[in-house]
């Protein structure tokens, strides 16, 4: 039988698990800085309880990391690793190093329910929800963890589409008791899921990014279905509504597709709809994938595009491509190990 984990409890949760084996109030916090700030990987090795409580642990809970199974190397230095979830699905985790910071990319579900027509984990379906174990071992069970100086949770999945376990997850990030990251660190990045949305900025400080890649309702419903019942004028005015402190920041991802939204149609259209938003836009250049339609727009348009938002105003930064060569877009190397035959 699967004991239960340790890593990706909250402060709470530990509270429960000290309580449930009769150990006094104050072993939660001890747990949790043997879980969190000391890099341990076994209970055995929570050196300040008593030998006796350790047995007792071990024998309910394990610790519970995950090693990656798999990485894949790119020449600019990003790399993708491979985590096996749930039961044996795979879901992929970016770590990207530039010159004076180190990000990691996570996913926070195994699959997506969203179906955005650009994107392979959409192509995938839904396979599962990834607890916050699993989310936060992604971090802590990366080989470069000591490097990492960012967080985004931008890899497979809508992390809104799984608030309860992604906001225990960030819970432990920038708590005190946990690995007390500042919340400015991390960037969580969403279709815009108007019932979770509030919820989100109500109860964490980190940084919003929405996927928007089309000003327009016909065009942004072709690309992403959610469009349908989640429009962005709902989720525009929740952000407008709401009072961002000064250090947190709202973007808005476009992924910049060749001949289909890189017109001044949208450029106008989008310096509207922003209107009165501080924010900005991050343009991606899009990755083709296998089948798809969409095709990559050229570096003059894409620096073109961005020169005209700017010039309305809107401060906008085109990301730079990473691991294109080891198929770096979301969901495909997951999909592709998925795909093959078990060994
Ligand atoms: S782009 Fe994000 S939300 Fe859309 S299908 Fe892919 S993983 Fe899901």
Same mark, same amino acid.
């Given at each position: 039988?699967?004991?239960?984990?340790?890593?990706?409890?909250?402060?709470?949760?530990?509270?429960?698990?000290?309580?449930?084996?009769?150990?006094?109030?104050?072993?939660?916090?001890?747990?949790?800085?043997?879980?969190?700030?000391?890099?341990?990987?076994?209970? !055995?090795?929570?050196?300040?309880?008593?030998?006796?409580?350790?047995?007792?642990?071990?024998?309910?809970?394990?610790?519970?990391?995950?090693?990656?199974?798999?990485?894949?190397?790119?020449?600019?230095?990003?790399?993708?690793?491979?985590?096996?979830?749930?039961?044996?699905?795979?879901?992929?985790?970016?770590?990207?190093?530039?010159?004076?910071?180190?990000?990691?990319?996570?996913?926070?579900?195994?699959?997506?329910?969203?179906?955005?027509?650009?994107?392979?984990?959409?192509?995938?379906?839904?396979?599962?929800?990834?607890?916050?174990?699993?989310?936060?071992?992604?971090?802590?069970?990366?080989?470069?963890?000591?490097?990492?100086?960012?967080?985004?949770?931008?890899?497979?999945?809508?992390?809104?589409?799984?608030?309860?376990?992604?906001?225990?997850?960030?819970?432990?990030?920038?708590?005190?008791?946990?690995?007390?990251?500042?919340?400015?660190?991390?960037?969580?990045?969403?279709? !815009?899921?108007?019932?979770?949305?509030?919820?989100?900025?109500?109860?964490?400080?980190?940084?919003?990014?929405?996927?928007?890649?089309?000003?327009?309702?016909?065009?942004?419903?072709?690309?992403?279905?959610?469009?349908?019942?989640?429009?962005?004028?709902?989720?525009?005015?929740?952000?407008?509504?709401?009072?961002?402190?000064?250090?947190?920041?709202?973007?808005?991802?476009?992924?910049?597709?060749?001949?289909?939204?890189?017109?001044?149609?949208?450029?106008?259209?989008?310096?509207?709809?922003?209107? !009165?938003?501080?924010?900005?836009?991050?343009?991606?250049?899009?990755?083709?994938?296998?089948?798809?339609?969409?095709?990559?727009?050229?570096?003059?348009?894409?620096?073109?595009?961005?020169?005209?938002?700017?010039?309305?105003?809107?401060?906008?930064?085109?990301?730079?491509?990473?691991?294109?060569?080891?198929?770096?877009?979301?969901?495909?190397?997951?999909?592709?190990?998925?795909?093959?035959?078990?060994?």
């Amino acid at each position: 039988m699967n004991k239960e984990k340790l890593y990706g409890k909250t402060l709470n949760e530990l509270i429960a698990v000290s309580r449930r084996l009769g150990l006094p109030g104050f072993a939660a916090r001890q747990i949790a800085d043997w879980l969190y700030k000391k890099e341990i990987s076994a209970i !055995g090795e929570m050196t300040n309880l008593p030998k006796k409580t350790r047995e007792i642990m071990a024998a309910e809970y394990e610790f519970g990391l995950t090693a990656p199974e798999n990485a894949a190397v790119s020449v600019d230095g990003t790399k993708k690793y491979l985590y096996k979830v749930l039961n044996n699905k795979y879901i992929e985790t970016a770590y990207i190093p530039e010159d004076d910071r180190a990000t990691i990319c996570v996913s926070s579900q195994s699959g997506c329910k969203m179906g955005c027509v650009f994107c392979m984990t959409g192509k995938q379906g839904f396979q599962g929800n990834l607890s916050s174990n699993e989310i936060l071992n992604q971090f802590r069970s990366l080989p470069e963890f000591r490097k990492l100086t960012n967080m985004v949770y931008m890899g497979m999945g809508e992390p809104l589409d799984n608030l309860t376990e992604v906001m225990k997850s960030l819970e432990i990030l920038t708590s005190e008791w946990g690995y007390g990251w500042s919340p400015t660190r991390i960037t969580v990045s969403t279709v !815009g899921l108007v019932s979770s949305i509030k919820d989100f900025l109500e109860r964490s400080r980190c940084h919003l990014a929405v996927s928007l890649h089309s000003p327009f309702d016909d065009e942004r419903q072709n690309l992403m279905p959610v469009q349908r019942t989640n429009t962005v004028n709902e989720v525009l005015n929740i952000i407008r509504n709401f009072d961002f402190n000064s250090q947190r920041r709202v973007s808005f991802e476009y992924i910049l597709f060749e001949g289909m939204n890189d017109t001044p149609r949208h450029v106008k259209e989008l310096a509207r709809i922003l209107n !009165g938003i501080k924010c900005r836009i991050n343009i991606i250049r899009f990755h083709e994938i296998p089948g798809s339609e969409f095709k990559s727009p050229g570096a003059d348009e894409t620096i073109r595009f961005k020169e005209a938002l700017n010039a309305k105003g809107i401060l906008t930064t085109v990301r730079s491509s990473r691991g294109v060569d080891i198929q770096a877009a979301c969901g495909l190397l997951s999909t592709i190990n998925q795909n093959k035959p078990a060994s």
